[in-house]
């Protein structure tokens, strides 16, 4: 079953440099609103092997238009607002180009 809900996300921030060279953590960027989207629960979660043979695990598959193939990368932070009001936050696990129509993100 899906549910209609709007997002929003983040996008991940590199760590930086300090003058001696030690790693720094990065300031976070703020949010970018998204658009609407439709989200779908897995449960129990669903199992995936990647291309590089690595396994991940994903709870929800969001689903929106694909002009945001370009723009959401993994690692990036996604909130997901339903239409009743209840929100959460995951971290992007993988996403799917292939469809021409609607682009697939992994949560």
């Not at 709007?6 to 001696?20: C, G, H, I, L, V």
């Not at 300031?27 to 779908?40: D, H, L, N, R, Y």
């Amino acid at each position: 079953m899906r549910w209609n809900a709007t997002f929003r996300y983040q996008k991940a921030s590199a760590p930086t440099r300090d003058e001696n060279g030690f790693l720094t953590a990065a300031s976070p960027a703020s949010f970018v609103p998204g658009t609407i989207c439709q989200v779908e629960r897995s449960a129990p979660a669903q199992h995936r092997i990647g291309t590089d043979g690595n396994e991940f695990v994903y709870d929800y598959t969001l689903y929106t238009i694909p002009k945001y193939g370009s723009v959401l990368a993994i690692g990036d932070n996604i909130e997901v607002r339903f239409n009743d009001g209840n929100t959460f936050a995951k971290t992007i696990l993988g996403i799917d180009i292939t469809d021409k129509k609607v682009l697939a993100v992994w949560l």
